[in-house]
């Protein structure tokens, strides 16, 4: 084997691919798209361009996740001949202010998107000495996803910016590959597939099966049950005059376009025929879902869906569609019909069978199932640990809901560790799996289902032919929606294939826009309206809006943004003005959820500024919820009337920012006004005043300190704790632990 040599790279440490070279060599003359198979060396050709750019100043990888950075951190420490001090890892666990210093100092910077998004707003940081930016998984350079807003900053303020997205899946459309190009200002597109000659040596054969397991007759006659309630509210549509009365059946794309037809009407003129015929179109979507789920997950996966839309109907804020759902007594039937069912769904069977057909094969087998859902994740791992010579475990994300916790990282850490030294030989992963995670190549792939999705089904497919020959088995119903996706996702993946050579030969004539994705009407009334100047307004923005893509559009219309925990209001905008925002569903949801409580907020904001505005974003107020418009009314009444607070109605975080703007440079220009924060809470409950006190330390937010009061149960218990106690808490890793004891049991020596 030989390796690469470089100044910068430790010796026999990265394997020497001429295919990286070149691709390497072509990336360091222009900003490039490089599409290269799952598993054969993104990240090297990232190394490569990296180590000749830090010549010129420092490097930056961003990457989705922050196993991801960690990953790719470790990696980087590994291979580089430079101070290990000099390779720092961003994520949103390390303290802002200690960014800005590690930020400083450091020559390559490994992170998420959304902490260099962050900082870069609140201006602790500056891309002017970047030298380099690669961007991992570059197909999410979409929207307002964060790669968008730092790309478009860099072409802005770097001395010479040169840009690398890697990915293995750009899309299957043009318009999707054109789009990622011209947010990440990419000028050239270089494409490798494994058919390529220099390619092929690296590549082993991926065998692909398909298994078609027939339907059991018993999920048949539930089918049939639960068609004649999709029927039933097909034809209260068709009564309603939303569709014609011959329609059956709706797909689903058909049914969101009467969704969007419905909630236009809404708009326009509110009746109780639209709003019934709304909740139906709910109705119908949950009843499609269900039958969808019985033919392609089998029985015990519906009951815990009708057991979730169970625990809705029955919680405060469930929804009038899954109440009715639940009290129709044809559901309530199949449900009890399902209970009774031993009968063990065949792809339970098929997955049990291959899997220990693998396993007898080679012992040493590593194998990753895959499925969609996570309740059906459980049911295979359940059946899989049945079976001799299986080490099953589930894998999935972080995410909790009604009777299924996530894993903490480092648990899916923990996971993937002990699969890599053999302690499991079976993963069973949902779409977490999916992307960039560093699990070893495997020998068998199993598809639980086909996925709709011709990205997702390149990088599953990737897990496996790295090192060696690869299997791939993919389950199908028979006459379900299972061949439907197979084939679909067949299609687009050829697609993106076929796109990607047209574009290899026609990207000269794009002309990409660094990052500049959409310019807002706005902007063009206010320059319109008033010359440019130097003098930018100021701007204190609370910290939790800063997902929001208001502060990203403030900053691109000029305001100096300042970043901090406001008490009271989102936007503080002079020594009078402080501004609320809320799009419909955040003012909804204060009306229907228990803990938000609205008029506390509202109440804050007139104690403690003289000119309080609400503004309220979205267009769909009084379609988001099921609340009645009367309902709504009364309370926008009671907010403009008894609390005397102006309302602002807004369609997009871009018109809010505009006002935002334009109020903030009238205020502080014509009536010469500073913004101060000087806004206070109502006293604190009891309960707020702990969280508040644990939330305090560096490293603990909100969700973190309420998990260590519900644990430990006091404010004493949590500072007398050891790290091993303070670990066990989900959230609280190693790092944060030690903190919190620094912080709570060092000695004072002010």
Not at 383 to 395: H, I, K
Not at 566 to 585: A, F, H, N, P
């Amino acid at each position: 084997m030989e390796y690469i040599t470089h100044p910068l790279v430790k010796p026999e440490t990265v394997e020497k691919r001429v295919y990286q070279l070149n691709l390497a060599a072509t990336a360091l003359q222009e900003s490039t798209l490089v599409v290269l198979p799952t598993g054969l060396g993104k990240t090297i050709v990232a190394l490569l361009v990296m180590v000749q750019r830090l010549e010129s100043g420092k490097v930056l990888l961003l990457s989705p996740t922050k196993p991801l950075v960690e990953q790719h951190a470790g990696f980087l420490k590994r291979v580089l001949k430079i101070s290990e001090d000099e390779i720092v890892a961003f994520t949103g666990s390390i303290p802002p202010k200690e960014r800005e210093m590690l930020w400083s100092d450091a020559r390559v910077i490994v992170s998420t998107p959304q902490v260099i998004e962050n900082d870069l707003l609140s201006g602790r940081i500056t891309l002017r000495d970047m030298a380099h930016i690669t961007f991992d998984e570059a197909h999410r350079a979409t929207g307002n996803y964060a790669y968008v807003y730092i790309a478009k900053r860099y072409f802005e303020e770097g001395m010479d910016p040169l840009v690398l997205g890697i990915t293995a899946s750009p899309g299957s459309s043009r318009e999707r590959i054109e789009e990622v190009c011209t947010n990440l200002g990419i000028t050239h597109l270089e494409v490798r597939s494994e058919y390529d000659p220099e390619i092929a040596p690296y590549v082993f054969n991926r065998r692909i099966e398909w298994k078609i397991v027939k339907i059991p007759l018993e999920m048949k006659g539930l089918k049939d049950l639960l068609e004649s309630v999709l029927e039933e509210k097909m034809q209260k549509l068709a009564e309603l005059g939303v569709i014609m009365a011959k329609q059956k059946k709706l797909t689903k794309t058909e049914l969101l376009g009467v969704q969007k037809q419905l909630q236009r009407e809404l708009q326009r003129y509110p009746q109780r025929q639209t709003y019934q015929a709304v909740s139906i179109v709910a109705e119908i979507f949950k009843i499609t879902h269900a039958i969808e789920l019985g033919e392609t997950q089998g029985p015990q996966a519906l009951i815990r869906y009708f057991e979730r839309l169970d625990h809705e109907a029955s919680s405060k804020g469930g929804s009038k569609a899954s109440k009715r759902l639940m009290d129709d007594v044809r559901i309530r039937r199949a449900v009890h019909t399902l209970k009774k069912i031993d009968t063990t769904y065949p792809k339970i069977d098929a997955v049990k069978e291959v899997v220990a057909e693998e396993v007898l094969r080679n012992p040493d087998s590593r194998v990753i199932v895959f499925t969609n859902y996570r309740d059906t994740s459980e049911l295979v791992t359940n059946a899989l640990n049945d079976v001799e010579g299986v080490r099953a475990v589930r894998f999935v994300g972080q995410a909790s809901k009604y009777r299924d916790t996530g894993l903490t990282q480092r648990q899916q850490r923990e996971i993937i560790e002990a699969f890599k030294e053999g302690e499991y030989n079976t993963l069973v992963a949902t779409s977490v799996a999916e992307e960039g995670l560093d699990i070893p190549s495997t020998d068998l792939i199993v598809f639980y289902e086909p996925v709709p999705s011709e990205i997702r089904s390149i990088q599953r497919k990737g897990r496996t032919g790295r090192k060696h020959e690869g299997r791939i088995v993919v389950l199908m119903a028979r006459g379900s929606k299972d061949e439907a996706y197979y084939w679909s996702t067949d299609n687009k993946e050829r697609e993106m294939q076929k796109r990607i050579g047209e574009m290899r030969k026609s990207l000269g004539e794009i002309k990409p826009r660094p990052a500049t994705t959409r310019e807002a009407p706005q902007r063009q009334l206010l320059e319109f309206t008033e010359p440019e100047d130097q003098n930018h307004p100021q701007i204190y923005i609370d910290h939790r809006e800063i997902r929001s893509p208001v502060a990203r559009e403030l900053e691109r219309l000029g305001a100096e943004i300042k970043l901090e925990r406001l008490e009271v209001g989102d936007y503080t905008l002079s020594d009078r003005v402080c501004i609320e925002r809320k799009t419909t569903g955040d003012l909804l949801s204060t009306v229907t959820d228990e803990g938000r409580n609205l008029f506390t907020q509202l109440s804050d904001l007139t104690r403690n500024y003289e000119r309080p505005l609400l503004i309220i974003e979205g267009d769909n107020l009084y379609t988001e919820r099921r609340i009645h418009p009367n309902a709504i009314r009364g309370l926008l009444a009671t907010i403009a009337v008894d609390f005397h607070i102006p309302i602002i109605s807004t369609t997009s975080p871009e018109e809010t920012a505009a006002i935002i703007y334009t109020i903030a440079k009238r205020e502080q220009r014509g009536k010469k006004r500073s913004p101060t924060q000087h806004g206070r809470k109502t006293s604190q409950t009891l309960r707020e005043q702990q969280e508040y006190v644990i939330s305090s330390i560096s490293n603990i937010g909100p969700v973190a300190a309420r998990r260590l009061l519900q644990h430990f149960k006091s404010i004493r218990a949590i500072v007398s704790a050891s790290e091993d106690e303070l670990t066990e808490v989900e959230g609280i890793g190693k790092r944060t632990a030690e903190r919190i004891i620094e912080v709570t049991q060092s000695q004072y020596k002010g």
